[in-house]
């Protein structure tokens, strides 16, 4: 069964560095998305992207983050200058409009130092 | 704004039970509504959803879930639960197929055996 992958599970960085997670949607879907889980509080959406833009961001989302689709395949998280706050659980997921459902990989742990 | 209640953090079951997950959501038209499934180290997997029709819809796994427009209410119900039930259950709202989803807290089973 097809399924939406995500690189690294676990990432670890220092406060003012880049990371950028990396996701590989399922192949024939169109829609994707990013949230992120801060450990004890609520999964809370980030950015979905449709058509090769953002279709819409949450508040979180601001200038530090920044999403990409650069060959078609994958779909990336970056974040520029991360803080100790940036340090949660983030989920990609896709759709595909014939579904109904967003799919979501494993999650990448950021834990920002 | 929208917004997804469950007012269960954490519920404990013996093996063969029956078990209702609560969960209440505020939203100003009719919504979608979701409920998810997240075993440690797994992504979310969708266990069924209501967009329309008939208010009590089956899922996977044996799970089903009734809506409730007046009482604002989507609980999640399985007749006898087993131990591979225990996980972290997330209910969710969204505007629309492909927008945003809106979790709730999340609601952690345990099942004994």
């Known amino acids: 069964e097809p399924e939406v992958t995500q690189t690294p599970s676990h990432q670890v960085t220092q406060m003012g560095q880049e990371v950028i997670l990396r996701c590989v949607p399922i192949?024939?879907?169109?829609?994707f998305y990013w949230y992120r889980q801060i450990l004890g509080q609520k999964v809370e959406f980030l950015v979905s992207f449709y058509n090769n833009e953002i279709s819409e961001k949450s508040e979180i989302f601001d200038d530090q983050f920044s999403v990409e689709r650069p060959d078609g395949s994958n779909f990336t998280l970056k974040i520029r200058s991360t803080k100790l706050e940036d340090s949660a659980m983030y989920f990609c997921?896709?759709?595909?409009?014939?579904?109904?459902?967003?799919?979501f990989g494993p999650g990448t742990r950021l834990t920002v130092t | 704004a929208q917004s997804v209640t469950q007012p269960d953090i954490h519920i404990t079951v013996s093996e063969g039970a029956s078990l209702e997950l609560r969960c209440n959501y505020s939203y100003g038209a009719t919504p979608y509504l979701f409920w998810y499934v997240q075993s440690p180290g797994q992504g979310l997997q969708l266990l069924l959803k209501?967009?329309?029709?008939?208010?009590l819809v089956q899922g996977i796994k044996g799970f089903e879930a009734e809506f409730k427009r007046s009482q604002s209410s989507f609980n999640l119900r399985k007749p006898s639960v087993h131990w591979s039930d225990a996980a972290e259950y997330f209910c969710?709202?969204?505007?629309?197929?492909?927008?945003?989803?809106?979790f709730g807290q999340g609601t952690t089973l345990q099942v004994k055996p």
């Open positions: 997921a896709s759709l595909t409009s014939s579904s109904d459902e967003q799919y």
């Open positions: 969710a709202v969204g505007a629309s197929p492909t927008g945003k989803l809106i």
């Open positions: 209501y967009f329309s029709g008939d208010t």
């Open positions: 192949s024939n879907h169109l829609y």
